[in-house]
């Protein structure tokens, strides 16, 4: 089981860029699929992005598509969000989770979680 520990997040104003991190200790990383999911004050938890075992297969929700872009490089076992033309309504605690070989866009697919980030986009 690996363990995750997400970094990169912060303020920022509305068109601005970040790029989350989402590095992994314990197991063999380059066999965990890994996602990334928001949650928002008073809302559930959202799927963002995903990427396979090798990187070569990612999703995205239709709201990020074309300004969020999702990586890896197993090497060193980190996940990058790269996250452009930030929204207000972006802000969110961001997370990165991790499954065995598929991805998913399912929240209740993943079982292993970080212990989240603080995006926070102003207006």
């Known amino acids: 089981q690996v363990q995750l520990v997400e970094s990169g997040g912060g303020l920022v104003q509305a068109g601005g860029s970040l790029r989350l991190s989402c590095t992994a200790s314990?197991?063999?990383?380059?066999?965990?699929?890994v996602g990334w999911f928001r949650q928002a004050p008073g809302k559930e938890r959202e799927f963002v992005a995903a990427?396979?075992?090798?990187?070569?297969?990612?999703n995205y929700a239709d709201s990020v598509k074309g300004r969020f872009t999702i990586s890896r490089d197993n090497a060193r076992i980190t996940v990058y969000l790269q996250m452009n033309s930030l929204k207000f309504e972006d802000t969110a605690v961001y997370y990165c989770a991790s499954r065995r070989w598929l991805v998913s866009v399912e929240v209740s697919d993943y079982n292993n979680w970080g212990q989240g980030t603080q995006v926070t986009v102003s207006s």
């Open positions: 314990g197991g063999t990383f380059s066999t965990y699929a």
């Open positions: 990427i396979s075992m090798s990187g070569s297969n990612t």
